[in-house]
């Protein structure tokens, strides 16, 4: 891990969403310098399932060498942003360094996203980050060493990180863009950079969207609070950059970053809005602009044999020996009452392709089924992809989430469940 080096004692902080997560993650960074920690977030209360309130963060940073001022702030509302920055000078004579951390999150397609949610991301990402930025940027050009770091992503235009939840891209993107714009319209007089993770990082909203067992495919909150550290105690001439922790802690000469896995060797899962390596033929064909017909092509070729010749799905005698029907054969043979009580969900399969049709296992009813067709009670998810990428997901050569966030799988319905059904096709994997 990245040692600290003091350079942060005695400034002040406003970190927002500092709470929990990765925002009082980087805070407890900051405070074993010695730095004034802002902790502006919506938690005075207990919540029911999440974690920390702003006065539990408090007293972690006072206890890691920092000064902590608790503030209620939901970023929504301007006059809170306003009144606690006011709080914030009045008390430790300035702010030094701002911290946009608070976000909000749906992964759903379009017609799928409610307006409240669509509002909810746009305010919290987009608006609370501008005005936040705002209020406090007249404090920060007084500053010796002024940064502003937004958690948000590159701007990767690759359409497939638009297609799946839409409304969530453009929100991140937003937070980006006040980076774009404010780095040049203050180059010189305050630093402004944005900070995103190469791989997931557990946090309680992970745990919200993932379930139980995604843990194992995240690191911990401490890669960004090291990545964080190193920016924000460069000079403000760094500015206007769009940071990776990991690639950025390599070149400041980490070697080790099984320190920060939550489980180390296990694979990790990749972030959203980067390219993944693993995929690179699907997207290189998506970013060339291949048409679809030449990519289902490619596809339909996996289940070519060795005489090259595709299997016949013409006589219904056939289908039951086809790679789709086999596989929903072994997942039937495979059901107990244990899946059916862990998991409680419907899952339907509408894919294309060769093999296409309608699919579903059903994960809710005594003793579970699986079959063609629609199921026997409303499917709770509904997930759309091709025939090949389904065989492959089922094998264990293609992980939903890496079909998901690559464009291959697109899901509708309960995001928690569908990440469930990971955990259940890694002890099927074996009988496939």
Request: aromatic share 6%; charged share 20%.
């Amino acid at each position: 891990m990245l040692p600290n080096t003091g350079k942060l004692a005695g400034c002040t902080l406003f970190i927002t969403g500092a709470s929990r997560g990765i925002g009082k993650a980087i805070a407890l960074k900051a405070a074993k310098d010695g730095a004034n920690i802002v902790i502006a977030a919506k938690t005075a209360e207990p919540h029911p399932t999440l974690p920390g309130t702003i006065y539990t963060a408090a007293a972690e940073i006072e206890a890691a060498g920092g000064k902590a001022l608790p503030c209620i702030v939901n970023v929504r509302e301007e006059q809170q942003i306003i009144n606690a920055v006011e709080k914030a000078v009045k008390t430790f004579g300035g702010i030094d360094i701002l911290v946009n951390n608070a976000s909000a999150i749906s992964l759903t397609g379009t017609l799928e996203t409610e307006t409240k949610k669509v509002n909810l991301m746009m305010d919290v990402n987009v608006r609370g980050t501008y005005l936040t930025s705002k209020t406090c940027l007249p404090h920060l050009r007084k500053s010796r060493n002024p940064h502003i770091l937004n958690l948000s992503p590159p701007m990767n235009m690759n359409p497939m990180w638009f297609k799946n939840h839409c409304a969530y891209t453009i929100s991140k993107y937003g937070m980006s863009m006040c980076v774009l714009g404010m780095a040049e319209e203050f180059r010189g007089e305050v630093a402004v950079n944005a900070l995103w993770p190469k791989t997931a990082i557990h946090t309680a909203a992970m745990d919200m969207l993932g379930g139980s067992g995604i843990e194992k495919q995240c690191r911990k909150t401490d890669i960004l609070a090291d990545a964080a550290y190193c920016i924000l105690t460069k000079p403000k001439s760094f500015t206007g950059n769009f940071i990776i922790d990991e690639v950025l802690l390599r070149e400041e000469g980490v070697k080790d970053f099984d320190v920060y896995a939550i489980a180390p060797g296990h694979p990790l899962m990749p972030d959203f809005f980067l390219d993944v390596e693993a995929d690179t033929t699907a997207m290189e064909q998506e970013r060339y602009g291949a048409s679809q017909a030449f990519k289902e092509e490619k596809k339909l070729s996996q289940h070519e044999g060795a005489d090259g010749a595709k299997a016949s799905t013409e006589s219904a005698s056939a289908k039951p020996l086809s790679p789709v029907a086999e596989t929903f054969r072994v997942i039937q043979g495979a059901m107990s009452e244990e899946y059916v009580r862990t998991t409680q969900g419907v899952f339907q399969f509408e894919l294309s392709g060769e093999e296409g049709g309608t699919w579903y296992i059903d994960l809710k009813t005594k003793g579970g089924s699986a079959g063609f067709g629609k199921p026997p009670v409303t499917a709770d998810v509904v997930m759309s992809m091709s025939s090949a990428d389904f065989v492959k997901m089922f094998t264990g050569k293609l992980k939903p989430t890496l079909a998901f966030m690559s464009g291959k799988l697109r899901i509708k319905g309960n995001m928690t469940l569908a990440i469930k059904l990971e955990k259940m096709l890694t002890q099927l994997n074996s009988k496939l």
